[in-house]
């Protein structure tokens, strides 16, 4: 009888075992899971300034109104990268559906190459998911040699969609901002903060 009970605890503790194990498992798979779910996340629903990225052929399907909003253009640089950067026209008026160009000019100021990764948000933050870049610099890591000034342009366009929303209907200026950072195989990477 006792021999009973001990196995029946010792089965007890390993189903035990075993739950605590999974669930532990369970919870370093989100953990894993978390960034790329939030940043998908953010691009579906424009959260936290995220704008949206579109391609040529939806672009083209959208239609301009007679409503005219201001976009304002901001630009950062992080200390650790040796560049200059800034837009050529910091405001633009633009028709609400209306593709447009904003360029920004970057330099290095360094005697070496120096790669550059740009992080971007929109606001007022519930602007951003109706913020479309067709072609922006930011989507790919970008190289400058020495002294090298490089035009970047970013393609756009303020989704119509965004008259309809009680809670963006009366936006007058958006503002997209950009930070530049130095980067290393696409990641961006703070000198300053990681001892190099």
């Known amino acids: 009888m006792k021999h009973t009970q001990n196995r029946d605890l010792s ?5 035990s075992a075993l739950m605590v194990g999974a669930i532990a498992l369970g919870m370093l798979g989100m953990g894993y899971a978390a960034v790329p779910l939030y940043q998908i996340f953010c691009s579906v629903t424009g ?18 109104t007679d409503r005219v909003m201001s976009v304002r253009f ?3 640089v992080n ?30 100021l360094s ?40 035009r970047m342009p970013v393609l756009y366009y303020v989704d119509p969609a965004i008259l309809d929303d009680p809670d963006t209907k009366d936006i007058e200026e ?8 130095r980067s290393k195989d696409g990641i961006a990477v703070d000198l300053a903060k990681s001892g190099s």
């Open 174 to 181: 958006i503002t997209l901002s950009y930070t530049f950072y």
């Open 47 to 64: 959260y936290g300034g995220t704008t949206q990225r579109v391609g040529e052929a939806q672009a083209a399907t959208i239609k301009t």
């Open 111 to 150: 005697d070496q190459p120096v790669y550059g990764t740009a992080t971007f948000n929109v606001t007022p933050l519930q602007a951003g998911k109706y913020f479309n870049k067709v072609q922006c610099f930011c989507f790919t890591e970008q190289l400058l040699q020495p002294g090298q000034t490089m």
């Open 11 to 15: 089965a007890k503790n390993t189903r």
């Open 74 to 76: 901001d630009s950062n």
């Open 79 to 108: 200390s650790a990268l040796p560049w200059t950067f800034k837009p050529e026209q910091v405001v633009d008026r633009v028709s609400v559906g209306a593709r447009d160009m904003a360029i920004f000019l970057a330099t290095n």
